[in-house]
């Protein structure tokens, strides 16, 4: 069980470093290659490129778990609590409704790359596959929204988006 809540709070923090370490070490070693020996590495461009594009359909997630997500509140902060959580809510449904409607274009982008078996010019990976991590970051940030209303609804999670941070210190939101 401590390995499941571990992974609930960590999930995306892994995966985003890990994407960086690989992003900086192959960086990294192709600058020694291109200044060293005179021969660059003609791959590592492509894998940090889409690295980092992937990392944006992880950031999301991670943001929302985390409660750190940007957010315009100048009017709803004049708003009564009740109605704040309200609305919280329902721009969090909006949230999961626009993270459907992207999910739903990846999954036509998975089918047509696989369709016509495209692949990355420098290694050759299936771009369908690039698409399926795409399409899992949109999903993990859907999870991640229902979470986040669910802990709203239960009293679990603060207006602020204090989505999670209570399990760390065993408390619920308002609890000393």
């Known amino acids: 069980m401590k390995l499941v809540k571990w992974l609930d709070k960590n999930f995306e923090l892994v995966i985003l470093a890990i994407m960086l370490a690989v992003m900086c070490c192959l960086s990294f070693a192709n600058v020694i290659m291109r200044y060293a020996f ?6 590592s461009d492509e894998i940090c490129c889409y ?29 009564p609590e009740g109605l704040q959580k309200i609305l919280g809510l329902v721009c ?33 990976i299936p771009v369908a596959d690039i698409y399926r991590a795409m399409a899992f970051g949109i999903l993990l ?16 999670a603060t207006l602020e988006g204090d989505n999670g941070n209570d399990i760390q210190n065993g408390k619920g939101a308002g609890e000393e």
């Open 38 to 43: 005179h021969h660059a590495l003609t791959w």
């Open 51 to 79: 690295l980092l594009a992937l990392s944006a359909f992880y950031c999301l997630p991670c943001a929302v778990r985390h409660g750190v997500s940007i957010k315009v509140d100048t009017f709803t902060t004049m708003m």
């Open 92 to 124: 969090d449904g909006v949230m999961i409704l626009l993270l459907a409607y992207l999910f739903k274009g990846t999954q036509e982008l998975i089918a047509k790359a696989a369709l016509i078996h495209q692949a990355s010019p420098a290694l050759g």
């Open 141 to 156: 940030g859907i999870f991640r929204y229902a979470q986040l209303m669910v802990r709203v609804l239960q009293g679990k």
